[in-house]
């Protein structure tokens, strides 16, 4: 079992940035490809971006690219989401995921956090 806790959600106004963090409850990441998704208000929830446990190849939505990036500390026992140049568009909860799959992380992870609220003012 997994645990995933995430922080660092909050207001910002456009244009500004945010991070986020996830830890991993009484372990590391160690052989556990990371994502996070995120759910905006009546809408279902996306993928937002993804690294490889093992490649560490780096997937992002379309929506995101060139604004998030995501990175885990080199103990691997925390991971981030770098967001700058936020839009109001942005405006989710965003929940850090884990799954052993590398095609399941982008989909239907096993394992999700509880949730950070992000809202960009316009």
């Known amino acids: 079992q997994v645990q995933l806790v995430e922080s660092g959600g909050g207001l910002v106004q456009a244009g500004g940035s945010l991070r986020l963090s996830c830890a991993a409850s009484g372990r590391t990441f160690n052989n556990l490809n990371m994502g996070w998704f995120r759910q905006a208000p009546g809408k279902e929830r996306e993928f937002v971006a993804a690294l490889m446990w093992n490649t560490g190849l780096i997937l992002y939505a379309d929506s995101v690219k060139c604004r998030f990036f995501i990175s885990i500390t080199n103990a691997k026992n925390t991971l981030y989401l770098q967001m700058n140049s936020l839009k109001p568009e942005d405006t989710a909860v965003y929940y850090c995921?884990?799954?052993?799959?590398?095609?399941?992380?982008?989909?239907?992870?096993?394992?999700w956090g509880q949730g950070a609220q992000v809202t960009v003012s316009s």
């Open positions: 995921a884990a799954d052993s799959s590398e095609v399941d992380i982008t989909n239907t992870p096993d394992y």
